[in-house]
């Protein structure tokens, strides 16, 4: 059974660019949220996608953006990027809609804007 | 509206002495409460769960937790720490309808030989 993988580890942008990161889920989970972590927090909830549509956001802009493909791997597009966005982005898959479900994290992707 | 309050950034215990992490939440319907435990570089794992069945959760690695509905707590503890328990732990809360996660801001958890 493989478990939750992301692309890239890490990404170096510059402010206003565009980025995308990517997460395949764990076989046979359904759903695939987003989640933010900047340096000494807690993880902040982005989005949640339930078979292909999105189930759920959180307190983040529109240029925060995702996709959930039908074998329900999923990306997360960022827009005009800030400084503030410099941040570890964790991928989480479970089996069902919603949040109550068990969810199961990848290692993350390190995203630095300058 | 929902948050997640833990005590304390940093807490210290020696091997062997018992493990107290502290989580208190807010809610406006039934909550699931969670637990998660995150090691360096790498990812969140799941050490338990309540979701308003029995009010002691057993978890993984000797860990449980008790919610307590007139404290809005739900403190994490293990009778006994190990040096392989040294991580960050995170507290996390999603409303009854299920459509937000709300984590704490983490707890760093040394332990001393």
């Known amino acids: 059974e493989t478990g939750v993988t992301q692309s890239p580890t890490h990404l170096i942008k510059t402010r206003g660019q565009q980025v995308t990161l990517r997460c395949s889920s764990q076989?046979?989970?359904?759903?695939v949220s987003w989640y933010q972590q900047a340096l000494g927090q807690g993880p902040q909830f982005i989005f949640q996608?339930?078979?292909?549509?999105?189930?759920g956001r959180g307190n983040f802009p529109p240029r925060f953006s995702g996709l959930q493909f039908p074998n329900y791997s999923s990306e997360l597009n960022v827009n005009a990027l800030e400084l503030d966005d410099s941040a570890l982005y964790l991928c989480?898959?479970?089996?069902?809609?919603?949040?109550?479900?068990?969810?199961?994290f990848g290692p993350g992707t390190r995203l630095t804007v300058l | 509206a929902q948050s997640v309050t833990q005590l304390g950034s940093h807490v210290s215990v020696s091997e062997g002495a018992l493990v107290l992490l502290r989580c208190n939440y807010s809610s406006s319907v039934p909550p699931y409460l969670f637990w998660y435990v995150q090691y360096p570089n790498q990812g969140l794992q799941l050490l338990l769960k309540?979701?308003?069945?029995?009010?002691l959760v057993k978890g993984i690695n000797g860990f449980e937790a008790e919610f307590k509905k007139s404290e809005t707590s739900f403190h994490l503890t293990k009778p006994s720490a190990h040096m392989s328990d040294a991580a960050e732990y995170f507290c996390?809360?999603?409303?009854?309808?299920?459509?937000?996660?709300?984590f704490g801001s983490g707890t760093k958890l040394n332990v001393k030989p």
């Open positions: 989480a898959s479970s089996l069902g809609q919603g949040l109550g479900n068990e969810q199961f």
């Open positions: 076989s046979g989970h359904n759903t």
């Open positions: 309540y979701t308003s069945a029995a009010t």
């Open positions: 996608y339930y078979r292909e549509e999105e189930n």
């Open positions: 996390a809360v999603t409303p009854g309808n299920f459509n937000k996660f709300y």
